[in-house]
DNA sequence: TCAGATCGTTGACACTGTCAACGGTATCGA
DNA sequence: TCGATACCGTTGACAGTGTCAACGATCTGA
């Protein structure tokens, strides 16, 4: 009985904040008027700029959008100069996207213009306030993520904070799984540190895997040489295993490796990492070396792996 | 320094749940795609179905829609026999929006569909989740409102919990602000029961004032006779005073009343409430009686009040 | 090998929303 | 009292947004 009335409670104040911010996503959608592109071809964009080289098809799932109006957009964004596609060598339907230098720029340009708008409403609060909002709104996301089943999780680019977050979890896991001292946190602080500090856009990325709301893992791909990718630094969270968030990170660097003109990935792991080698395996990569070494106060076993990428450009 | 790296996290959480909740909006307009309505009708329904007899100009700014757009959906709308214009007797350049009975009942549908949809999406979360949820958007409602200098409040129909509310607000405020016993509390109950057990839609109506996702007062108008409306249960909270909301209430009542064919509305109050007086006196009406009496364990004057409706039809 | 599904594309089309202009009305100060 | 100005609701014209069905090419699995 009161249950009833409870639950007529919450679905009235549910429907209210529906109504709530639908009106102020049609605010939002004003700020965009003196760009060019619709609220659509901004969001279509801002996938794009993930850098993870969705197909067609990805996208328009992602995104809820109708092929054939996304069909169109797309071909809007080419003839500005704004993508380019990369047919998919394992099906050849599909194409890889991918933003040009401009296509980043324009995106660029919104995504600063979005964040000063979004920063501006946190100006304008309490700081307290501010991040009272953010804690409501990641609640949000996740209670409805999980009820509805959505994709569990999300890559994206790393924001401030990411990075110490992935030394964090890096020394952590491995401290408590295998034992390694302090000196491994350093060799990965020292990576994460060089590629905060600069990296080149075009031809070295970072992914943070998103789940829930929380970060849920990461991957590097850096410049070794002008035809050679370095993959480092994978990791996923213990509570995130099993859920297709490595292999999707090892995926998408494969693709971008692929795009940015790199002939072969490279990597360097060590034979404890048993997890860690299955997904290279899977993904193609084969073992080059094996030389022990005594390392992070072990005695390990490192290894190499390489992947060819003239033949074995991933598909999805 | 780290208050910055804290401000982008932030501003990136926000952005990051915009994005979420575009989508998301998407879907629940695919759930009207059944009806013969749009999302944007659906909106203009729903407003109308608040039954504050809107004119197109607020309207469309409540909702932030052109003009233009607006006249052609109202224009459709009339032509399916689902709304009233009532011109307005202060501003012969407007009108007074109504649904008909066919417009309630199309709405009562939409309400329903709507509803169920997300009765289901609750259902599927564990009940302390549901609470949680309905929390966060209402925090999220507050912050923003109030960041953005939003509309201070809204006028909405009665949900489950609001009558309880209304008896329980004002036996405490009359007890502590006048001193007046549990009789008085009794009478409320015995007015708000009667009208939720039963009343015709068509003539009697209650609106429940929110403030910030609170509710902030309240008021009720029920036959008398076939020609007199009965304003009753008049209520605004202390610190949710000088807003407007009482002289929102009273206006809300006045236009209902004379869509709904009424010819006056009377109401009974006591001296004491000054307040009150002041703002049925700016709405028009005129004192008819007076007498003293004793009751709620005191002695107090009673007071009539008549509004004529015939020449006297609020504006705005 | 073949039926059925998927990918990306296209044409046709309805709907959504914007903009400028207009007649009628209200407001306010000279 | 008048006139300038602003506002209300309406209309026409139009560009943008999104949907639907159909298509050829390709992939998948029995």
């Known amino acids: 009985m009161s249950s009833t009335i409870e639950r007529e409670r919450l679905v009235a104040a549910v429907r209210e904040f529906n109504r709530f911010y639908t009106q102020r996503i049609g605010v939002l959608h004003e700020g965009l008027l003196a760009s060019p592109f619709s609220l659509t071809e901004v969001r279509v964009l801002y996938e794009l700029a993930q850098g993870d080289q969705p197909s067609a098809s990805e996208l328009g799932r992602a995104l809820g959008l109708d092929a054939g109006y996304l069909s169109r957009i797309l071909r809007g964004f080419e003839a500005k100069g704004l993508i380019v596609r990369t047919p998919s060598a394992a099906d050849a339907r599909q194409s890889h996207l991918a933003l040009t230098a401009e296509g980043e720029a324009a995106f660029a340009e919104l995504d600063a213009r979005s964040s000063a708008e979004v920063a501006a409403l946190l100006a304008s609060l309490p700081p307290a306030d501010g991040t009272k909002l953010a804690d409501a709104m990641a609640t949000i996301e996740r209670l409805i993520a999980r009820a ?24 952590l896991l491995y401290a408590r799984e295998y034992g390694w001292d302090a000196s491994f946190e350093g060799l990965v602080a020292e990576i994460v540190g060089a590629f905060a500090k600069d990296h080149d856009p075009a031809r070295e990325r970072c992914w943070i895997a998103e789940k829930d709301g929380q970060v849920a893992g990461s991957v590097f791909l850096v410049r070794a040489s002008d035809e050679v990718a ?16 490595g292999q999707r990170l090892v995926d998408t660097c494969t693709r971008f490796a692929a795009q940015a003109g790199y002939r072969r990935i490279t990597l360097w792991t060590n034979d404890v990492l048993v997890s860690a080698r299955r997904l290279y395996e899977a993904a193609g990569y084969r073992l080059i070396a094996s030389e022990p070494h005594h390392s992070f106060g072990h005695d390990l076993v490192g290894q190499t792996w390489e992947l060819d990428l003239a033949g074995a450009v991933a598909s999805h």
Chains 1, 2 share one sequence.
């Open 230 to 245: 370095k993959l480092r630094c994978l990791y996923v969270e213990p509570d995130a295993r099993g859920l297709g968030i």
């Open 148 to 171: 509805t089943g959505a994709a569990p999780f999300v890559l994206r680019q790393p924001v401030a904070g990411d990075f110490g977050w992935v030394v964090h979890r890096h020394g």
